[in-house]
């Protein structure tokens, strides 16, 4: 079964820092999609970004990047100059060949003020 | 913004009583899924669909039952509802030709 891993389950970084979160994915494809989903304290699920596996080069969202290794099956979410409406829990999520999305459990990230 | 709403909004229901959930959207998206969200689980898959009456099961579609009769709404069911039912539940659309799912603003049930 194709699963995601989000091995941080809760991180913390000094507002106008550098932060970096991580996530692991097992698939056998060699096409598919990756996302990265905020979720802040309003429940409301925001899609940050997303990366398609044919691309190398790493997408990027303003203050949002992310660091793909294809061969590693990684895809971290960088977020630069942190600002305090970043706080929220960050989904990694793998679209399969079925355009189904498999989720990770989530990290919640704290900005330090 | 993809026009999504989900009705109601919080449900606070007893063991054994039905309770219908719904998702409405407004761009006439073919694709709709329910997602239930647990703590430490992200969101599991419950049920999609891919048009009118065209529905298929999920991870986690065991106590559940969907409908489309309309492209714009699309009915989840908890025919006898369960206290291991009590999750935060998430209706998304895929976006024409795109790969990406929006979601809608979520209903929070309690099933005591």
């Known amino acids: 079964a194709q699963t995601v891993t989000q091995s941080q389950p809760e991180m913390s970084v000094q507002e106008a820092e550098t932060v970096t979160l991580s996530c692991t994915y097992d698939t056998s494809e060699s096409d598919y999609y990756l996302f990265w989903y905020k979720q802040p304290p309003s429940r409301q699920m925001i899609l940050v970004i997303r990366?398609?596996?044919?691309k190398q080069q790493n997408a990027t969202e303003n203050r949002f990047s992310v660091n793909f290794q294809k061969a590693a099956k990684s895809f971290s979410l960088k977020i630069s100059d942190s600002q305090l409406g970043d706080a929220a829990m960050y989904f990694c999520a793998h679209m399969d060949s079925n355009y189904q999305l498999i989720w990770g459990a989530g990290t919640k990230l704290i900005i330090k003020p | 913004d993809a026009g999504i709403t989900q009705s109601p909004r919080h449900k606070v229901t007893e063991t054994g009583t039905p309770v219908t959930l719904r998702c409405h959207q407004t761009e006439n998206h073919r694709y709709m899924y329910w997602y239930r969200q647990d703590p430490g689980h992200g969101l599991r898959l419950i049920h999609y669909s891919y048009g009118v009456k065209d529905t298929d099961k999920g991870e986690v579609s065991d106590g559940y039952s969907v409908s489309r009769s309309k492209t714009e709404d699309f009915l989840l069911t908890l025919e006898s509802a369960t206290s291991s039912q009590t999750s935060v539940y998430f209706c998304a659309i895929r976006g024409q030709g795109k790969h990406e799912q929006y979601f809608g603003p979520g209903t929070r049930l309690t099933v005591t």
């Open positions: 990366q398609e596996a044919y």
